[in-house]
C-alpha cells in the first residue's frame, strides 16, 4: 500500500527548475516530520530535506540554497522546489515520514537534470 504519492519529476537542463509535490495522509501529515530522500541507480537512498511539524527545515549541504521544502497543512502536501539544478541532482526522489518504528516512502518521481 503507498502511503505517499510524489509527482512533479521530469527533464531539465542544468540551470532549470522543478517542484516536486508529496500528498500524505492526514494522520501522517499532521504529526510527523515529512523528509524528501533521493537515489541514483546503484547507490544509496540520501538525505534531501526535512520540515518538522513546526515548519522549520534542514538540507543537506549538496542542495543547500537551491533547494526550498515547504509544506501546506490545509492540502496535506509537502513540497520541494528545485532551482538551479545540476546533472549530480539526478535521480529517484521519495517523500518519507519516519514514526517510531513505522516508516512511509512513496513511489518515487524520476529527476533527470541534463547538461
Known amino acids: 500500500q503507498v502511503q505517499l504519492v510524489e509527482s512533479g519529476g521530469g527533464l531539465v537542463q542544468a540551470g532549470g527548475s522543478l517542484r516536486l509535490s508529496c500528498a500524505a495522509p492526514?494522520?501522517?501529515?499532521?504529526?510527523?516530520?515529512m523528509r524528501w530522500y533521493r537515489q541514483a541507480p546503484g547507490q544509496q537512498r540520501d538525505f534531501v530535506a526535512i520540515?518538522?511539524?513546526?515548519?522549520?527545515?534542514n538540507y543537506a549541504g549538496s542542495v543547500k540554497g537551491r533547494f526550498t521544502i515547504s509544506r501546506d497543512n490545509a492540502k496535506n502536501t509537502v513540497y520541494l522546489q528545485m532551482n538551479s539544478l545540476k546533472p549530480d541532482d539526478t535521480g529517484v526522489y521519495y517523500c518519507?515520514?519516519?514514526?517510531?518504528?513505522?516508516?512511509?516512502w512513496g513511489q518515487g518521481t524520476q529527476v533527470t537534470v541534463s547538461s
Open positions: 518519507n515520514a519516519f514514526a517510531g518504528p513505522q516508516v512511509y
Open positions: 492526514g494522520s501522517i501529515f499532521s504529526s510527523h516530520a
Open positions: 520540515i518538522t511539524t513546526q515548519g522549520s527545515t
